[in-house]
């Protein structure tokens, strides 16, 4: 198949041209390459490669960053989004859009499935949902792949900044009561490629299976990294008073992935020993 991947030098964007260039074609564009707010330049290269499927991983990620940067939140998600998701409509291509667990709002108290109403409380996540609400409307043949807390060995993730805390800090604080699936971004990429190659599409929720709070990944992670000298204390959102709203609970379950039993994801604690591994 030929696959075209947009944000290629983001996290999942790499690993995935990394995994799926075993068995495709794949064309990677970065941000560099390819400014998915730059509607032309988007139709134009999508129109030249005509590929079978488009993964979309560009995005504004950084939750803060889009409270303070709303209009270039939505130019970049829902926007930028609309431009990728037209001129995969003119190719006839399959359009997968990368989501995320913000889309809800954390009330909940059981993981989400795919059928529970978003209702997101940030900027970052309402911009992705709008994208979402774009695919569904304009595209007949997509898979929406929400997906949470995503760590690998490179790129700037949870882990990785615990990880370089500790370098120079014998406390760190940690919130308690924030509640998500960490997802292993190697672990997500089998996923999706098992994922596109059925023809079931529609919503899709994606991550490493069981929970737990930001708090309890930090002792996991230094635990696994085997760091003892650093102390771990746990704090409320409120104290951390960050610009953006995170939902409290935004445990996902892979409901339609193993219904349609196409990957079974393993336990998020597995996954972060792999991650130790190499
Ligand atoms: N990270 C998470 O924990 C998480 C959780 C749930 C869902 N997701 C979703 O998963 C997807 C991938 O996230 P990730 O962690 O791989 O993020 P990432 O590492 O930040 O990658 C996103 C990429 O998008 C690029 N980008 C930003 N603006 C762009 C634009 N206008 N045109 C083209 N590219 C642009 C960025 O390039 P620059 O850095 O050069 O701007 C970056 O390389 C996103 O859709 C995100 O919403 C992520």
Same mark, same amino acid.
């Given at each position: ?20 260039? %075993? *068995? ?7 941000? %560099?390459?390819?400014?998915?707010? *730059? ?8 129109? %030249? ?26 130019? $970049? ?31 909940? *108290? ?64 940690? $919130?308690?009561?924030? $509640? ?80 349609? %039993? ?17």
């Amino acid at each position: 198949m030929k696959i075209l991947i947009t944000g290629s030098k983001g996290q999942l964007g790499s690993e995935l041209v990394d995994f799926l260039s %075993k *068995d495709n074609k794949v064309y990677g564009f970065g941000h %560099k390459e390819l400014d998915i707010t *730059d509607k032309n330049l988007v139709i134009n290269k999508v129109s %030249k490669i005509v590929p079978d499927i488009v993964i979309h991983c560009a995005a504004f990620v950084d939750a803060d960053g889009c409270e303070s940067n709303i209009k270039d939140a939505f130019d $970049v998600n829902t926007i930028g989004s609309g431009n990728v998701i037209i001129a995969s409509k003119k190719t006839k291509s399959i359009m997968v859009y990368i989501s995320t667990d913000y889309v809800f709002d954390g009330k909940k *108290d059981s993981p989400y499935i795919e059928s529970d109403i978003p209702n997101s409380i940030s900027v970052y996540g309402i911009s992705k949902y709008a994208g979402e609400q774009i695919v569904r409307h304009y595209l007949e043949k997509f898979f929406i792949v929400r997906t949470s807390w995503l760590f690998r060995r490179k790129g700037k993730n949870f882990v990785n900044t615990i990880l370089n805390l500790t370098k120079d800090r014998k406390e760190l604080r940690v $919130v308690n009561d924030q $509640v998500g699936s960490p997802t292993y971004v190697p672990d997500l990429a089998r996923a999706i490629s098992s994922l596109i190659s059925t023809k079931y599409y529609g919503i899709y929720h994606i991550t490493n299976c069981g929970e737990c709070s930001r708090y309890e990944f930090t002792k996991k992670i230094l635990e696994y990294a085997g760091i003892e000298n650093v102390k771990v204390t746990p704090i409320s959102t409120e104290e951390l008073n960050r610009p953006a709203s995170r939902p409290k609970y935004s445990v996902l379950k892979n409901f339609n992935l193993e219904k349609r %039993k196409i990957y079974k994801m393993r336990n998020w604690e597995l996954a972060l020993k792999d991650f130790f591994k190499k």
